[in-house]
């Protein structure tokens, strides 16, 4: 179902009391009784596993699956796949420039893409009270999971040129995955771009910039919102450059002070964040979560109505749901007073 998605975010704006958008989709397994290597694996696992969060919690809008290793493993990456954990690349397999050159661009569809889009197909088909978000990775966070976190930090300045090289590749399958979430009736994207957050803001305005910004610029509508992540610790150095990116929202992590941030983003843009996810909705209690949810509205929503709040990531799979039903009452709690 089509959704007018511009003026639904002009109505989350103007809106008193508003809803909470966590990342949350993985703690599904815990709801199916199925594991993540699973999930990740099965279309119909991973609607079923957004239907059921989306039945259980009033969020915003339902997210799916935050697997970063997808669309590595689509350019030919090892996915690792450990108990109870999101997925993860094995090693990287650009090593070289000559290999830089030589990297082939997928098509939508190779690995497992196929089924991620599938999945958000068949979630359209089973969640008609909010919005459907997909999610992928953000171009330099592909990068570096091709080429090594590490590597490619030495690139930048060793051999910028083949980053380059890989950045424009990823590019190319990016926005055509994207497009694909679009064709599958998604109303908007959450492109994760953590390893950005390691960048100094001028390595961030020439490596993730431009190629964000040409993702958002190929996929925005009036019925298809892009949102971007960050949960980097630079993020307050690099905003102007992440604010050039033209999206429609902006979501950071725990990382960072969020109430220095909400007041530099752009009225009409969201700005989302940032409970932590390991600390609070993992590690933490209810009476915990509560006192840090209703902390950060405080310090965040007066004088913000753009301002979402959110987790401050991917709400790992294990999280106790004792924890985020405490998260989303206490957020009702803030605008309801009840």
Known sequence: ???????????????????????????????????????????????????????????????SMMDLSVEAEAFGATARFMPGEVPTVKDPIVQTPEEA????????????????????????????????????IGPFSLAGRL?????????????????????????????????????AGAHGVVIAE????????GLAEEFSEPYVKRMSGAARSDEFLVIYHNCGNNTPLMLDSILRTNCDGYHFGDAVAIAGLVGRVPEDKLVMGNISPSSQFLGGTPEGIREATLGQLGACSPGHPNYIISSGCDIPPMSPWENIDAFFAAVQEYYTGV
């Not at 639904?8 to 989709?25: H, Q, T």
């Not at 040129?161 to 497009?179: G, I, R």
């Open 1 to 63: 179902m089509k959704r007018d998605m511009k003026a639904w975010k002009e109505d989350l704006i103007k809106a008193k009391a508003k809803c909470a958008l966590p990342i949350l989709s993985f703690p599904c397994v815990q709801l199916m009784g199925v594991s993540v290597e699973q999930l990740s694996r099965d279309p119909a696992l991973q609607a079923r596993g957004m239907q059921l969060v989306a039945e259980r919690t009033p969020a915003c809008a339902a997210v």
């Open 101 to 136: 050159d030589a990297l082939k661009v997928p098509q939508v569809g190779a690995g497992r893409t196929g089924k991620y889009v599938e999945a958000i197909r068949q979630a359209c088909g089973l969640i008609n009270d909010r919005p459907v978000l997909a999610g992928v």
């Open 147 to 183: 080429m090594g976190v590490s590597d490619i930090m030495i690139s930048c300045y060793d051999e910028p040129e083949a980053v380059h090289t890989v950045l424009k590749k990823a590019t190319d399958f990016l926005a055509d995955y994207v497009l694909a979430y679009r064709g």
């Open 194 to 201: 953590p390893l950005a957050g390691l960048l100094s803001p």
